[in-house]
């Protein structure tokens, strides 16, 4: 159906509804997940509700939306809504792993699964991708997104919103809008302390791609911004998003945050809450039932139009002519059954698991493993089906999980493990039975990290070093005399400064989803590793916040290490930024990540030294792999303006190129970078670039590669 075609039939019911009906077209009700819903569902088919929530498969959707459509004067179904993280019934990896592999198409077709999937159980829209920004670890919800950087995160928003709508018939949901990921602390629902010009140059980047990949709504955040919270920041919705990024979607709340407009400070009471949240833009009140209580009220005082009410249920109406839900609102059972966790569903999270993980350290060629070698693996998380599944699952079971420690036995027959004891609850560990088990190997592989349980939406943790005994655990296996790696298990990056220094090796799978025969594959060597850290792991919890894209101060820290005054060891040089008592880099940089062979990358050399504001800028790198086996090379560019009207970033990234190499094979590659790449946001609120000079690296992560420079004028 062309817009056209859809403008003409949301104008037809408009001019056919009553309010009441117009008003239910932006209320959300939770339905439980029972056949049995009584009250609700009268409550639902009373007030018309557009949208309802905890839908749990096709034989519930069918009598829903039946009871809906005969409920409704005009035959409206319901949007059917659910929060589809990462997968519904079969369980990718957390986002924050899948940003790791920077691969878009891969992360493309991840949602793509995700969503065909939900909508075999009826659904019709997903409260997805998140696409905050995030560069405080301790924040639970950095698990749902793409970390920290603007340009990656933009990509991969881009991929997902892409991904979902080739599933065709699910609309997707861009979130949390805006600042989000900044919130004070780490702690969720907290203010979003930043000034506008980093709002638009580092958690704007995201939405915008979102919004010209053609999302179908948008969820404004928890938080507060420039002092007021997101739901009731009518200059962040309908100043910045529907004007300056031209979105035309429907603007729909997060769970009660209307109503929470008054724990803000903002509202006296629920009517007024009610208002400033409708007058911001807000379509569909999620939850908290204003709309419905007051809209009616606004109406008979004049406080709010029909052209308003208008405005808002068309937005509404326009998604679900949309995606289809007035062509198609029942669903099969049977191929209900057939897709969840079918063959290809699962095949593609098996990939995403072993393109997700990233290989962090590998010293005496710890991995791959060898069939042949004799491993004892240990960890109470090595044979939890529930950990790798992360705390947002949707429908997806434990029981469905493949466990690392069950993967590596699908690999080889030489796997003994040993739980250890229940070291995440923080109880000792059995030390002789570790020593026995230990004789009789030639490697250790300790599975350590975080239960399901502590990463998420409000599970921000204040430490975020492994939980528990593991360190001593680790430490302790660090004696035994036999080489030791360490596969982590978390929803967010952890402090493992400790654990690291005394392991040989050390693999970061996440929180993996369903199948850890993808990480088995990494680990044994049937699939090159090539994830990349899509967020720093910190050195220290001190250092938190922390993310490469800083910028240079006046006073930059130039890595010395000297003696100070008192003759106090310091790692840095006397009045510059730094810490006096810790390194000031992360223990591992953003876009780390190893793999089993080598690459070798040379200074970009520009097709020409200066170029006109708006050109595409074209350069040649050469690119080599100097190991031994074939292997994918994920190439970063990244990008510095040397003298801009504001600070901006030491570097930037701002290209990601997947370049397979077999061993020995060198290209020399033409690359370019859009116009786009050197742009920011001024003072001015505008997006364009400085005349001036600009500084190129190629590399494989923020850390190395020799810059060459270019002008634009």
């Known amino acids: 159906m062309t817009e056209r075609e859809i403008e003409i039939k949301v104008q037809e019911l408009l001019a056919d509804m009553t309010v009441e009906e117009k008003i239910g077209q932006l209320l959300y009700i939770n339905a439980p997940r029972t056949f049995d819903w009584g009250s609700e569902l009268e409550f639902i088919e009373k007030y018309h509700a557009g949208s309802v929530a905890n839908d749990p498969g096709a034989a519930p959707s069918n009598i829903l939306q039946k009871r809906v459509m005969a409920a409704s004067p005009h035959r409206i179904p319901a949007l059917l809504c659910a929060d589809i993280i990462c997968g519904y019934r079969t369980i990718f990896p957390q986002p924050v792993a899948e940003a790791c592999s920077f691969d878009v198409e891969m992360i493309e077709k991840d949602a793509e699964c995700s969503a065909r999937e939900a909508m075999a159980a009826g659904l019709s829209m997903t409260y997805a991708p998140m696409m905050d920004i995030a560069r405080d670890p301790r924040w639970g919800r950095i698990s749902e997104g793409a970390g920290e950087d603007p340009y990656l995160g933009s990509i991969v928003a881009a991929a997902r919103v892409k991904g979902i709508a080739n599933a065709g018939g699910i609309a997707s949901c861009a979130k949390h809008y805006i600042g989000y990921g900044a919130c004070v602390g780490g702690r969720d629902y907290d203010a979003a302390l930043i000034s506008e010009v980093e709002l638009r140059n580092t958690y704007l980047p995201p939405f915008k791609a979102a919004v010209e990949a053609g999302v179908d709504t948008v969820m404004p955040a928890f938080n507060e911004t420039f002092g007021v919270p997101m739901h009731a920041n009518r200059y962040l919705i309908e100043d910045v998003l529907r004007g300056e990024l031209g979105f035309k979607g ?421 690359v370019s970078l859009p116009a786009s790449a050197f742009e920011y946001y001024h003072t001015d609120k505008k997006l364009y670039a400085d005349p001036g000079d600009f500084m190129i690296w190629a590399a494989e992560d923020a850390a190395h590669g020799e810059p060459c420079k270019i002008t634009l004028k």
């Open 250 to 670: 429907a603007v729909t709340t997060d769970y009660n945050a209307i109503d929470e407009l008054i724990n803000h400070g903002v509202a006296a009471d629920r009517e007024e809450a009610c208002l400033k949240g409708f007058k911001a833009g807000c379509d569909i009140d999620t939850g908290s039932l204003i709309f419905q209580e007051y809209l009616k009220k606004f109406y008979d005082e004049g406080k709010i139009t029909m052209e308003e009410l208008d405005e808002h249920a068309a937005r509404v109406l326009r998604l679900k002519f949309k995606v289809g839900v007035f062509d198609k609102h029942e669903y099969s059972e049977e191929y209900e059954a057939q897709t969840f966790l079918c063959d290809e569903f699962k095949a593609q999270a098996r990939e995403a698991a072993a393109k997700s993980t990233v290989l962090l350290k590998n010293e005496g060629n710890f991995f791959p493993l060898s069939r042949e070698e004799k491993v004892l693996v240990v960890g109470q998380l090595a044979d939890d089906q529930d950990a790798p599944l992360g705390w947002w699952r949707a429908l997806g079971e434990a029981e469905d999980t493949t466990t690392l420690l069950t993967a590596m036995r699908e690999k080889s027959n030489n796997i003994t493990h040993v739980e250890g004891g229940k070291l995440l609850d923080g109880e000792d560990f059995d030390r002789e039975a570790l020593i026995e088990a230990a004789k009789n190997c030639d490697k250790i592989v300790a599975v350590v990290g975080e239960a399901s349980y502590i990463s998420g939406e409000a599970h921000t943790r204040g430490d975020i070093t492994l939980p528990g005994t593991q360190t001593a655990f680790i430490e302790f296996l660090a004696t035994l005399g036999k080489p030791l790696a360490m596969a982590v298990i978390a929803g967010r990056p952890l402090v493992i400064t400790k654990e690291n220094a005394v392991c040989d090796a050390v693999i970061y799978p996440w929180q993996f989803g369903i199948m850890g025969q993808g990480v088995a594959d990494v680990m044994f060597g049937d699939v090159m590793p090539e994830g990349k850290l899509c967020a720093c792991l910190p050195y220290d919890m001190g250092q938190i916040p922390i993310f490469y894209a800083r910028v240079n101060t006046g006073r930059p820290y130039k890595g010395e290490i000297v003696e100070m005054s008192k003759k106090v060891s310091s790692y840095a040089t006397d009045f510059t930024c730094h810490y006096i008592d810790m390194p000031t880099e992360p223990l591992y940089t953003f876009g780390h990540g190893l793999t089993y062979t080598t690459f070798d990358i040379g200074t970009p050399v520009p097709t020409k030294t200066e170029w006109n504001i708006g050109d595409e800028v074209e350069f040649d790198v050469d690119v080599a792999n100097t190991g031994e086996r074939d292997g994918r090379l994920t190439l970063q560019l990244y990008v510095r303006d040397v003298a801009a009207e504001i600070c901006r970033p030491v570097k930037e990234l701002k290209l990601v190129k997947k370049v397979p190499l077999k061993a020995g094979e060198k290209q020399t590659l033409r």
